[in-house]
């Protein structure tokens, strides 16, 4: 009997469906938080005044330079300039090392203040101090060195050119620079 039994025992054993194992994976739970990006600035991009030659035909390019320092030869020979040239300066807040996307227009249609009919303009070619080039699309890429202030400043300038066929008054013209996280 004990042969038996120890026999009945030894068989549920043997014929016993062998015990599951178990299975594990592993899963990364992350979260990216970005402080809300904030731009100051803007301001005036200012090409003083600037008189033209009094010859039947000419023309001149004026540069203001992107920064904040105007020390570029800018008055275009023949011409006579006066006032305070100025880029605009904009100063750009988020998080630490952030990727910013940010559009500067390449070009910005100033137009003749107070003219009636279809208003003279002039076409302002801006640059930047993000980058030594125009990208010709206008978008760049920067990284934000800090977190909240200082933040990162830029600078956008650029030129006009003047000639014989523009008309003489005050130009004046609007743009908008936006940065986004990418």
């Given at each position: 009997m ?15 469906p ?6 594990t ?19 005036t ?18 540069t ?16 006579a ?17 952030a ?84």
């Amino acid at each position: 009997m004990r042969l038996a039994l120890a026999f009945a025992a030894l068989s549920a054993v043997a014929f016993s469906p062998a015990s599951a194992q178990a299975a594990t994976a592993t899963a990364t739970a992350k979260a990216n938080v970005l402080k809300p990006l904030q731009m100051t600035g803007g301001g005036t991009v200012d090409f003083g005044t600037i008189v033209t030659p009094s010859a039947a035909t000419f023309s001149g390019t004026f540069t203001i330079d992107a920064a904040a320092a105007q020390t570029s030869t800018f008055c275009a020979s023949g011409f006579a300039c006066s006032g305070t040239r100025a880029a605009a300066m904009f100063n750009l807040q988020g998080s630490n090392n952030a990727n910013i996307t940010l559009n500067v227009p390449t070009t910005v249609t100033l137009t003749l203040q107070g003219a009636t009919g279809t208003p003279p303009t002039l076409i302002f070619t801006t640059r930047n101090s993000v980058s030594a080039t125009n990208s010709g699309t206008g978008n760049y890429t920067i990284q934000l060195p800090n977190s909240g202030q200082p933040g990162r400043d830029f600078y956008v300038g650029g030129s006009v050119t003047i000639n014989q066929s523009t008309a003489g008054g005050s130009y004046q013209g609007t743009f908008t620079v936006t940065a986004d996280y990418q």
